[in-house]
């Protein structure tokens, strides 16, 4: 069974920073890509960055700049350096993988809170 399991949520003042980790673990042959995704309460969830297997890198234009993602393919853990803190930045924070395991399929994490205040 495949797990996703993030850490590294908090309070944190505007400014500042936090660092997400979120390390998949059980049978799993390859990791495709993995995500950072987020979402406050009554809105979609949100992508906001990529890493591929071959360390390309995406993210959407309200983090760009900001926030830096990064992967231990050797730990199965990817991290999520989030710099200059805003209070819009609030929400549950999910990171998700693209892997193959049994089958190839879309894994989530339990999601960890992320509050910054003004």
């Known amino acids: 069974q495949v797990q996703l399991v993030e850490s590294g949520g908090g309070l944190v003042q505007s400014g500042g920073s936090l660092r997400l980790s979120c390390a998949a673990s059980?049978?799993?042959?390859?990791?495709?890509?993995m995500y950072w995704y987020r979402q406050v309460p009554g809105k979609q969830r949100e992508r906001i960055a990529t890493?591929?297997?071959?360390?390309?890198?995406e993210y959407a234009d309200s983090v760009k700049g900001r926030f830096t993602i990064s992967i231990d393919n050797a730990k199965q853990t990817v991290y999520l350096q989030m710099n200059i803190l805003k209070p819009e930045d609030t929400a549950v924070y999910y990171c998700?993988?693209?892997?193959?395991?049994?089958?190839?399929?879309?894994?989530w994490g339990q999601g960890t809170q992320v509050t910054v205040s003004s």
């Open positions: 998700g993988a693209d892997l193959q395991s049994q089958y190839r399929g879309f894994c």
């Open positions: 059980g049978s799993i042959s390859t990791i495709y890509n």
């Open positions: 890493i591929s297997a071959s360390d390309y890198t």
